[in-house]
């Protein structure tokens, strides 16, 4: 960062957070309002009405972003919003998984076309970031049920990538990584809390989880390596472990459930949401840290990478089993 770009972000940044910090304010009254809330049911890890909808801040800071950098932000932004209306829709009236996926799939292929993916992957690989893109977006939004979850893992990940950027190798304007952390610190102002003054809903975990995808797609084509994706390692374990369990279970994978690692942790275990949250940032920072580490010094293959990062992941995850066991004795000896 130049001299004076950095002198213009000591004044631009503050701004930014206020316009944010204002927006959400004022979102969080006119939510109650017009009851756009949500309220606790058997499968939820609150007890309390709260706003939904808190994560708009990302989807506005990408506006911002586009009034500073429109020449490199317009299919993104056209993308992060199409998902984004579709969300916050949702979270209003439930939508039919048919129109959400429909809009998932256009979201990403706008942005697949600003990045001339079309041009450049041969079929079998567009299908297979097709994929793994609207996966991500999907396992993100089902990872979002606690107090300053997807705020501090999203706030971790984009720190890591941030540095990435800075000091090993460029693949993203600084300031495109910066503004989504901002919102990210924003709305850790409202959630991190015991009481949360309002959540993320699908609009925030959709929009934020298609932005660090966004930054994550461009690493990899820059660096030639899928090894990045250990960026998402925590939530990509909980989601997968959790789904084979549910078909060992033989339930319905589609519909609503309290099997995710966090979901025990928290609603069973009775751990407290904050701390939860911040052990499954702190995990996948030290597995950021390994992965930034390993492409730097080439000290393994990304292969083995992938084997030793996720192994004690599953292992721990593993423990879920456990802790569901004793719970259920503890309810039982009662």
Sequence with gaps: ????????????????????YGVMSLYIKLSIQYNITDKPNDRSSHDY????????????????????????????LIGITLISVVSFWDDISSLPPKTRIVFHFLSVSLFFWGLGLFFIF???????????????LNAYNFMDGINGITG????????????????VVSFAETDF??????????????????RAKCFAGDVGSMAISFWIVSLLLQLMIRTGSFGWFLFLAVYGVD????????IYLK????EPHRLHFYQILSNEYRMSHLTVSVLYA????????????????????FVWLFVVSLTPLFLIYSLKFRLMKSVFQKSNSK
């Design 1 to 20: 960062m130049s001299f004076v770009s950095f002198h213009l972000s000591v004044i631009i940044y503050p701004l930014i957070i206020a316009i944010l």
């Design 49 to 76: 009405v709260t706003v939904r909808g808190g994560g708009i801040v990302w989807w506005l800071a990408a506006v911002i972003f586009t009034l500073f950098y429109p020449s490199q932000s317009f299919f993104f």
């Design 122 to 136: 041969p079929w079998w690989l567009l299908l297979i970031a097709y994929v793994l893109f609207i996966g991500v």
């Design 152 to 167: 501090c893992y999203s706030l971790t990940i984009l720190t890591c990538l941030q540095y990435v950027n800075q000091k």
């Design 177 to 194: 990584i910066n503004y989504a952390i901002l919102a990210s610190l924003v709305f850790l102002f409202f959630n991190f809390r015991k």
């Design 239 to 246: 989601t997968v472990a959790t789904i084979l369990h549910r």
């Design 251 to 254: 339930q319905n994978i589609f």
């Design 282 to 301: 702190t995990v996948q920072l030290i597995v950021c840290v390994a992965t930034i580490y390993v492409f730097k010094t080439q000290m393994i293959d």
